[in-house]
């Protein structure tokens, strides 16, 4: 496919547009959705999905990738098949004078499927795919804590991983719905949250209270 001329460059357009200058509308939406379910569908198939003309798929497809909409194509892989069955969150605490050292040995590591910089206790999240757990232990008390920018690390497996989505899109939250106004109360604030952060309730209050699935 060829790229479409007098489209602005990717990540240069105004957010909810596309490259031929019209809005997202729930047809952009419905052609993200079924490439969410096949990204190798041909655009014929695509345009019956849809309930479009081809030519209108080929238009939209074709603006949704010059946009940046649509940023690539790439495989989804088994890890368990492909031999990585361990699976590991390592949170990061860094050394704030040292982040650009820290995002340059990150980089260079091959075995980190993802990282974040988060709020709260650490700075950092790293995720992780590995063989076993010893190669876990290998890679965060060798390969990690060799770097100077690293302060500490909390490692965490994952047991089971639940749900995974390609991308999730607006029209997933479905029609909005304008949120109830809480009763008011007399109760004062919780003490000691400082402004600007969440208040968590352990996972383990109450969850004797919530219904078993069946």
């Not at 497809?61 to 492909?82: M, Q």
């Not at 982040?99 to 040995?105: E, I, L, P, T």
């Not at 260079?108 to 876990?136: L, N, W």
Request: glycine share 8%.
């Amino acid at each position: 496919m060829t790229e479409m001329s007098g489209t602005p460059a990717s990540g240069t357009g105004v957010p909810g547009r596309i490259g031929i200058g019209l809005q997202l509308d729930a047809i952009h939406m419905k052609i993200l959705e079924v490439l969410r379910e096949n990204g190798r569908i041909s655009v014929a198939a695509l345009a019956e999905r849809v309930g479009i003309s081809r030519a209108s798929a080929y238009t939209r497809f074709e603006a949704l990738r010059a946009d940046g909409v649509i940023k690539k194509f790439t495989a989804e892989v088994d890890h368990v098949r492909a031999g990585l069955g361990i699976t590991a969150l390592v949170f990061v605490t860094v050394r704030q004078q040292m982040w650009k050292q820290f995002r340059a040995q990150l980089a260079q590591m091959p075995e980190v499927e993802y990282c974040a910089i988060t709020t709260g206790q650490h700075d950092a999240m790293i995720q992780v795919r590995m063989a076993d757990v010893a190669a876990v232990h290998a890679l965060v008390t060798e390969r990690l804590a060799s770097i100077p920018a690293v302060k500490a690390t909390e490692t965490v497996f994952i047991l089971d991983e639940v749900l995974r989505r390609p991308y999730v899109l607006p029209s997933d939250h479905g029609p909005r719905q304008t949120p109830r106004r809480a009763p008011a109360t007399d109760a004062p604030p919780p003490a000691n949250v400082p402004l600007g952060k969440m208040r968590f309730v352990s996972a383990a209050e109450g969850r004797a209270d919530l219904p078993r699935a069946t």
